[in-house]
C-alpha cells in the first residue's frame, strides 16, 4: 500500500531549487505511479463516504481513530492516512444512570461503541496537529 506519509504527493508536484536558478516544478511520480495514488485516493474516499449520519461509533471507528489533542471526541483521522479528517458531531443519549461503576462512567465520557452519529462532515485535508 501507498506510503501514508506520501499520500499527499499525490495531490502535489515537487519544487526543486538550483543556486542561482528560478524555481522550477517537476513532477514526483511517472504517470502509472501517480494513477495507482489517485485510484488509492479515489477508493479511500468512497471508504470514508461510506460513514452516515445514524451509524455508530462502532462504524466510524473501523476507518477512522480520534485526532489526537483536545477535541473531544469531535475530529477523528482516516487509518490509512492521518491528513484525511471528518468532524462528527453525536446524538446525546442518556447516560447518567444510578448504580454505574466509574469504570462504566469513564467509558460514557469517552463515548460507547453504540453512540450514534447525528452528523459528519465531508472529508478534507489538513496537518497533524500538536496540543
Not at 42 to 68: E, H, N
Not at 77 to 88: E, G, I, N, S, W
Amino acid at each position: 500500500m501507498v506510503g501514508r506519509v506520501a499520500c499527499l504527493g499525490v495531490l502535489f508536484a515537487s519544487i526543486v531549487v538550483t543556486p542561482g536558478a528560478a524555481i522550477r516544478m517537476r513532477p514526483l511520480q511517472t504517470q502509472s505511479a501517480l494513477e495507482g495514488h489517485v485510484s488509492w485516493v479515489v477508493d479511500s474516499l468512497k471508504r470514508m463516504q461510506s460513514i452516515k449520519a445514524g451509524m455508530t461509533r462502532a462504524d466510524l471507528l473501523k476507518l477512522f481513530t480520534p485526532d489526537g489533542g483536545l477535541q473531544n471526541g469531535k475530529i477523528f483521522v482516516f487509518r490509512d492516512c492521518q491528513y484525511f479528517k471528518v468532524a462528527v458531531e453525536w446524538e446525546q443519549p442518556e447516560r447518567v444512570q444510578a448504580g454505574r461503576t466509574i469504570k462504566e462512567l469513564e467509558a460514557a465520557i469517552d463515548g460507547l461503541p453504540g453512540d450514534v452519529i447525528k452528523g459528519i462532515s465531508r472529508p478534507y485535508i489538513e496537518g497533524m496537529k500538536i496540543d
